[in-house]
């Protein structure tokens, strides 16, 4: 039973990645099936945005949560890593406390929710993976966020 | 000129001493050690002159090895800010050999104040012999006794920091530190894919290696006070978690007591200890792991972040930022256990302390109206001074005798990147390191064996 899990999951891994190169071009949304990794990333949106150094869930972010947590009750099998990130104007330190912040922000909405606890694993990277590369608050604000990953749970 | 108003009588080292400190100040007090405190002096340092003549070649030494000892020698002097050489050209006339005569005439007439003169040989054995003396022109004077050494052709750059090291404390009386390396984070590719590699140099950028490892990022390597192992972060596993590497054998191992995500550790001045933090359920704290038994203890229980802790060099105490007060500050705990006490209380955000090797001072990343700075402030708290400003200055590292600093500087915007630099503790001479590629998390060994 664990080994078909495993498989299902795999495949999944290769239709997501084959997805994310192609997302760059003019694929159409409407051609994406609500099963689809790619349908969690663009249409329900893996990430949410956070105020300068706080890990608060703004509404913004809950109610992109609250599709997440919609859609991700439906995948049951698959695994989900929160990724915490940070913009460039802190320390390497803090920022990656911050990160873990923000993702157990995440993480803590999810159980309240209902999902369960042992697909949950989260991720702090700090400043070390910015999503934009400007130095002003177009980009920094977009870089404090939390990015939920379907399909790959890391051990503890 | 200062100079002539200094008495002959005075020992160069004392006439150093108090060119560093306000002079007025100086002459008051009859028992100047060349101990500096900066602050009582912002006017402009006159440096040492020096001259560094080729060393002279006896049997079967390479000249060119003759000729870069001298360079070396005069390239750390000179990076101090401190002395400044000569340039060869301008010499009157070169010693020809190791135990002529000093010809003083010959560097008083190009102004020098200090002379090197050195010998390298090549003994049967392969071995390269190099002996040096040191002279204080004015005086007509050797200062310190001459010193010889033996090693193998491939470490004669060795050679030239630990001459410069002999220089250095002699006519300053600072602790040595070209002796050294500096292990930190080789950085390539674009802002938003970088790849961090693990990387050690000689204090001056010389002999850049790359560490061997799993590709995946890596933080923030620290030296063992024997500067045989590193301690870093690495995500190898997916997660931030501390590994400890043996630079001999390139093993790398992870700490078994540190399971969950681990980051920002620092070594015991004695090396049996290990202080980081550790996040649990979002919150970050400090924990104290024992090398030897493998067994962690915690420090901190707060709800607040507490990071970036570094052990005080007689172990008993650590300094960490917490934002326990709303803000980042710097608190100060018993490494035994107890209340963490808050010893900074400026404007803006303080981060990154670490403690010197002297134990006076504490270096740290400010972050203050958008600009982050690299200060110092005493142990209490007192006499804060930032020493640098721009965009991004981050993660200050102390030379091993506690004057100098090393940290990272990363430009803005698309192009961003870090590169290390180092600055004096008075706040003057900031100098970027040359590296073959970007540079971030510089941390200084002790000096070698």
């Known amino acids: ?156 | 000129m200062v100079k002539q108003s200094v008495s002959k009588s005075l020992k160069l080292i004392f006439f150093i001493g108090m060119l560093l400190i306000n002079l007025s100040f100086a002459f008051a007090q009859k028992t100047v050690a060349p101990q500096l405190d900066m602050t009582v002096n912002r006017g402009v340092i006159k440096p040492i002159s020096l001259a560094v003549p080729s060393f002279i070649k006896e049997s079967g030494a390479n000249s060119i090895i003759s000729r870069e000892l001298a360079k070396v020698i005069s390239n750390n002097l000179n990076s101090t800010g401190l002395f400044k050489s000569i340039p060869q050209t301008a010499y009157v006339s070169t010693p020809l050999s190791f135990n002529t005569p000093v010809q003083f005439s010959d560097w008083s007439i190009i102004n020098a104040d200090v002379l090197v003169v050195g010998s390298v040989g090549l003994k049967p054995d392969g071995r390269l012999e190099v002996k040096f003396r040191l002279w204080d022109v004015s005086q007509q004077k050797e200062i310190g006794k001459g010193k010889q050494y033996f090693t193998n052709s491939e470490s004669w750059r060795r050679i030239s920091h630990k001459i410069s090291d002999t220089i250095y404390t002699r006519v300053t009386g600072e602790g040595a530190y070209f002796d050294s390396r500096v292990v930190f984070v080789s950085e390539t590719g674009p802002k938003d894919n970088r790849t961090k590699r693990l990387a050690i140099m000689d204090q001056d950028g010389a002999n850049f290696r790359l560490l061997k490892h799993p590709p995946s990022l890596v933080i923030a390597p620290r030296f063992s006070p024997t500067t045989n192992k590193i301690i870093f972060t690495g995500y190898e596993t997916g997660k931030p978690r501390v590994y400890l590497m043996d630079l001999s054998s390139g093993e790398i191992t992870s700490l078994p007591e540190l399971q969950g995500m681990s980051f920002a550790p620092r070594f015991s001045a004695d090396g049996s200890e290990i202080v980081l933090s550790m996040t649990e359920n979002g919150n970050t704290d400090i924990f104290i792991s024992n090398l030897a038994s493998g067994t962690k203890r915690r420090l901190t229980t707060n709800i607040a972040i507490d990071t970036a802790p570094s052990f005080s060099p007689d172990g008993n105490r650590i300094v960490f930022e917490s934002d326990r007060g709303g803000g980042q500050q710097l608190y100060i705990i018993p490494s035994k256990g107890g209340e963490a006490k808050r010893i900074s209380f400026g404007e803006g955000r303080y981060a990154t302390p670490v403690w010197s090797p002297r134990g006076d001072l504490i270096a740290f990343t400010k972050i203050k109206e958008g600009k982050f700075h690299i200060g110092v402030m005493r142990v209490d708290g007192t006499k804060e001074r930032l020493l640098t400003t721009s965009f991004l200055d981050e993660g200050p590292a102390w030379a091993p005798n506690g004057r100098v600093l090393m940290f990272f500087r990363e430009t803005p915007g698309k192009a961003g990147a870090p590169s290390i630099y180092s600055i004096d503790i008075s706040g003057r001479n900031l100098r970027k390191i040359k590296t073959s590629s970007f540079a971030s998390d510089p941390n200084w060994s002790q000096i070698l064996n």
């Open chain 1, 1 to 156: 039973m664990k080994n078909i899990g495993f498989a299902i999951f795999v495949i999944l891994l290769l239709v997501g990645c084959e997805n994310n190169k192609s997302s760059e071009s003019s694929l159409n949304d409407a051609q994406i099936s609500q099963n689809d990794i790619e349908y969690f990333q663009k249409l329900v949106g893996d990430t949410v945005l956070f105020t300068v150094d706080q890990s608060g869930l703004r509404p913004d972010a809950i109610s992109i949560l609250n599709a997440q947590v919609e859609w991700l009750k439906e995948k049951k099998f698959l695994p989900i890593t929160i990724e915490g990130h940070a913009d460039e104007q802190g320390t390497r330190e803090y920022n990656l406390a911050l990160g873990a912040r923000r993702a157990t922000a995440v993480r803590e909405f999810f159980l309240a929710k209902g999902i369960e606890q042992d697909r949950l694993s989260i991720v702090t990277y700090g400043k070390e993976r910015p999503l934009r590369v400007c130095s002003n608050e177009e980009c920094w604000s977009k870089n404090r966020r939390a990015v939920t990953v379907v399909g790959k749970k890391i051990a503890d």
